[in-house]
């Protein structure tokens, strides 16, 4: 194949991918929209504010930018906490918290905040996506049966359902369940457009046995009209309100878009630029708040359709946004006629990923973090969406900081021959120098476990057998030190001296050597007595150092 060949052949696998993702995003649009109790033309002008912004300026190939099932669920709970009002003020204030979600984004993007995702940890997230799964398919549960959806949260509306067991529509049970079948069947055929043609499917079916006088709700009128973008006329009480609701939903889409997007680079050995992708999410949610739609962020169910069906560019997006376009010209009043139990099943598939135990076994096996998964579901269930993530998110802090608080001091010997300075409880074969404490802290150091930490350095000092010349404190886990850990580290040093033993402190990064020259200047000079060193090298160097103004006996 020629180099010309080449280009042609990666875009028509785009265009043929735009075709097929196409039918996948318009159902879960409406669908998305009708779980943050939008008009489902909310969730479509807000897959084309994404697609066409992340397709010129972001940066992943495969990543598609839409509303997704989390940031519906976010928003539905966002809006619930704000005061009542009209329809059309909390349209407004819906507006507004898209569009300061996009502030958000675009001021991390000129702070150079692309690790903002590592404030939460991936047991949280991945807990608070299961149980988030739990919640979107119970919500969707009184639609498919017809009833009236039960006040109160996740708890209150499975006993309130089957209260109302003698009211539910069989037949837009049995609906939601064929068109579920159906889905799953299809999901093999990745280059289907599973749910259009589920959709497509029922809209005859629905005529055929007519649904509507069976009780069997339709999506109804979709008006997708363009206006000329405005501005959301509000108080600046309900600016405060809806920045501090904002910054929670900008830090949940960023870390499910950005999780999304370097699953697929790593997978593919694609480089990964998080600033532009920072920058291309912030303005496809001011595009979609001034356009009064939902939020935005690249899922995973939709970024991994679009990679098996074979998309290689952005241009794949592009396509597809082109693709909603026509059909949104063209079709719209039939998938008005959709069977709202059908939009439920679009919903229940496109969550069911997550529901998957396997994503969360890994942290059962490696024993690690598994109260952080069941803190992040328990959170989500008992106390709603947004309230659930941030006791998830302050449990996680705290048991950081409970392990960091709790003091982690290793002994360390020569390893054989080498110049290797090893723990001594996990190689046999490394031995204690003579007349030398070699400790390393396995924490870093700072204000919460820096004074237990040296006391702890101190016991083991003086528990140590046999005569003793000299320490050495490895800090190599310290890349800096705070006031606390610096004096810590100097009555430590004088409390060594007094002992009439020589100290080095060793591995020390910059910031943290910098700092100490200042701190220990007073006690650096070697005057024929306890010498105290500074070492930015290995253990190694620093016995050598030691060996040279402190030489053994």
Known sequence: MSASAAPQTNRWQDVSAGLSIAGLLLPEAVAYASIGNLAPQAGILALFAGLLCYGVLGTSRFAIVSATSSSAAVLAAAMASMPGGTAGHRLMLMAGLV???????????????????????????????????????????????????PQGDVLHIVPGLLAQAGQWNGRGAALCAAALLLLFLLRRAQRWPAGLIVIALNIGAGRWLDLPGHGVALVGAIDVSLAMPVLPRLTQAEWTRLAELAFALALIL????????????????????????????????????????????????????????????????????????????????????????????????????????????????????????LAAIAGVLLFGVLDGLLVAIAISLLLMLRR????????????????????LALHRNARAQPELLILRLDEPLFFVNAERSLHLARAMLEERAGPLRKVILSLEESPDLDGSSVEALRDFAAFVRQQGLSLALARLKEPAYTVLQLALGDMLAVQGGPALLLSELSVAEAVRLLDAVAPEK
């Open 99 to 149: 569009m300061l979600t996009g502030g958000f984004f675009l001021l991390a993007w000129v702070a150079r905040l692309g690790s903002v995702t590592q404030f939460i940890a991936k047991p949280v997230l991945r807990g608070f996506s299961f149980g988030l799964a739990i919640v979107i398919i119970v919500k969707q549960l009184p639609g498919v049966l017809g009833v009236q959806p």
């Open 404 to 423: 960091l608080s709790r003091p982690g001091m290793s002994v360390l010997g020569r390893l054989g021959e080498s110049h290797d300075y090893v723990k």
């Open 254 to 373: 960023y870390a499910e878009s950005y999780g999304a997007i370097r699953s697929f680079a790593l997978k593919h050995g694609d480089p990964v630029a998080p600033e532009r992708d920072l920058l291309a999410l912030g303005m496809a949610n001011v595009l979609a708040g001034l356009l009064q739609a939902m939020p935005v962020g690249a899922g995973y169910s939709a970024t991994s359709a679009n990679e098996a069906a074979g998309a290689t560019s952005r241009l794949a997006g592009l396509v597809a946004a082109a693709v909603v376009g026509v059909i949104v010209l063209t079709l719209l009043p039939l998938v008005a006629l959709t069977p709202l139990p059908v939009l439920a099943a679009v919903v229940i598939h496109a969550v069911s990923h997550t529901l998957n135990p396997a994503s969360l076994q890994p942290y059962f096996a490696w024993r690690r973090d598994r109260l952080l998964v």
